[in-house]
């Protein structure tokens, strides 16, 4: 499976979903940056990254180049929320301190029913299932 994207404009929904396994910074930074210059992406309103099952391998002040790139995208950024999906310790801890760092409002939770409440999206819980279904 590879790491993969979907941007919904009709709801201004964004999914990334990265692969199982060993997940390195430049896998990070490579989805990242392929989902901004997607011609959508400035319709994305929610966000939601699904990193549950990865394994980074990197160090935390590998961090400030994942920042780095948010904030060279930022005037193209009208994101109002974005989700992590997170199942590990040591990978919520990363995304924790990536959060720190930025401006933008991110949140972490564990569950899709936890992201489904956190985005708050105008959209059933069921049609939440089926567009992050990628």
């Given at each position: 499976m590879q790491n993969r994207f979907v941007i919904y404009p009709e709801v201004n929904f964004g999914v990334?979903?990265?692969?199982?396994?060993?997940?390195?910074?430049?896998?990070?930074?490579?989805?990242?940056?392929?989902?901004?210059?997607?011609?959508?992406?400035?319709?994305?309103?929610?966000?939601?990254?699904?990193?549950?099952?990865c394994i980074f391998d990197f160090k935390s002040d590998e961090i400030n180049k994942m920042i780095s790139l948010v904030n060279e995208y930022k005037d193209k950024d009208n994101q109002k929320i974005g989700v992590y999906l997170v199942d590990k310790p040591m990978e919520t801890a990363l995304v924790a301190l990536f959060f720190k760092n930025l401006d933008a409002k991110r949140e972490f939770c564990y569950t899709i029913e936890g992201a489904?409440?956190?985005?708050?999206?105008?959209?059933?819980f069921d049609k939440f299932k089926t567009l992050i279904d990628i």
């Open positions: 990334s979903k990265l692969s199982p396994g060993i997940t390195s910074i430049n896998d990070l930074l490579a989805i990242a940056k392929e989902f901004r210059l997607d011609k959508n992406f400035n319709k994305v309103h929610y966000q939601l990254t699904d990193l549950r099952e489904y409440k956190i985005l708050n999206m105008p959209i059933s």
